[in-house]
């Protein structure tokens, strides 16, 4: 069993992360929709209900933030279903045109997301 000390900072990072992905996700699409939206045009559903997915995510991460070491599975969800869906984005950014502004904004922030949390659930799994 890790030491408290290596499941503390996976607990505040989670304390952090699920508030981003609650609130912060529909902030950053309104304000820079280039880098973090993929429907600006308002036209489509899908951004809503990412939204809501993610939405969701935050909320059992905030849940997760309890005890980490029993939300294993939720933590390494989390960790690759972000490189999985930023590596589908990498993609179309260059299939689909005027796309290239997720590049600065979604996509790096997915893979910080996925290494800062594996990093951590490592350490405290360890």
Not at 37 to 59: F, K, Q
Not at 94 to 99: D, I, K, L, N, T
Request: charged share 10%; hydrophobic share 60%.
């Amino acid at each position: 069993m890790p030491a408290n000390g290596a499941v503390r900072p996976l607990r505040v990072a989670l304390l952090i992360l699920g508030p981003l992905l609650i609130g912060a996700l529909p902030i950053f699409s309104f304000i820079w929709p280039a880098g973090w939206n993929w429907d600006a045009t308002g036209r489509s559903a899908y951004p809503l209900m990412v939204m809501g997915v993610y939405a969701t995510l935050g909320v059992f991460l905030l849940r997760a933030a309890r005890d980490p070491l029993a939300s294993v599975t939720l933590l390494w969800f989390t960790v690759w279903s972000s490189v999985v869906h930023a590596a589908i984005m990498i993609v179309l950014v260059f299939v689909v045109p005027g796309q290239s502004g997720h590049l600065l904004g979604d996509v790096p922030a997915l893979l910080i997301i996925a290494a800062v949390l594996a990093s951590l659930v490592r350490r405290a799994t360890s």
